[in-house]
């Protein structure tokens, strides 16, 4: 219930507005989500005044191509084994066997587009390939996980003058074809 709370927070937002602001997000839908510029919007942490962590949601330099306006599903969320408090993104996750099972499960990879060109890009970005991942991970986890060397997390903004892989499109080959519904 409290989630159908904020989404409709979220698109009274947005309508109110015409736009999607990253930095006008609640922070329970920050994470995965894409403002109307396309950039992907990224939650970080801040202390406050008194000494504790904060969330705020801050709109980073990553554009998803042919993506804007788009807050994640709760569907997607579960069924890709991600979390919405996830500060930064870290190749990391990749190497979990668990996480890359839902990554690659029918019901994430066929069905959440926005998460798997996430990881898709994130997994360029290591030298591997997400297809073949996703392969080798259905026959053997071992030699799938030998794929990725981590680098560690990857946090706060990617200057828009980087051609890294996150800012590129997924080749022709991409693991999802189909456009995900925007907001």
């Known amino acids: 219930m409290k989630s159908i709370t904020i989404i409709a927070f979220a698109l009274f937002l947005q309508e109110a507005l015409g736009v999607l602001v990253c930095e006008e997000m609640p922070v329970g839908l920050c994470s995965f989500s894409i403002a109307s510029s396309g950039k992907r919007c990224l939650l970080e942490t801040y202390a406050s005044n008194y000494g504790t962590m904060n969330f705020q949601c801050k709109t980073s330099e ?3 191509i042919n993506l804007h306006d788009y807050i ?3 569907e997607c969320v ?15 996750s990749l190497l979990d066997s668990q996480f890359t099972a839902k990554l690659c499960s029918p019901q994430c990879y066929q069905n959440c587009p926005n998460i798997v060109d ?14 073949d991942l996703c392969k080798s991970q259905q026959t053997s986890s071992r030699r799938s996980m030998a794929q990725i060397q981590s680098s560690g997390a990857a946090f706060g903004p990617i200057a828009s003058t980087a051609a890294g892989p ?14 995900p519904t925007p907001m």
């Open 72 to 74: 994640e599903a709760d």
């Open 118 to 131: 996430l990881y898709y890009n994130l997994a360029l970005g290591e030298g591997a390939f997400l297809p």
């Open 62 to 64: 990553v554009v998803a």
């Open 78 to 92: 579960i069924a890709c084994g991600i979390d919405r408090k996830s500060v930064g993104i870290s190749s990391d």
């Open 166 to 179: 996150m800012s590129a499109a997924a080749p022709s080959s991409s693991p999802v074809d189909c456009a």
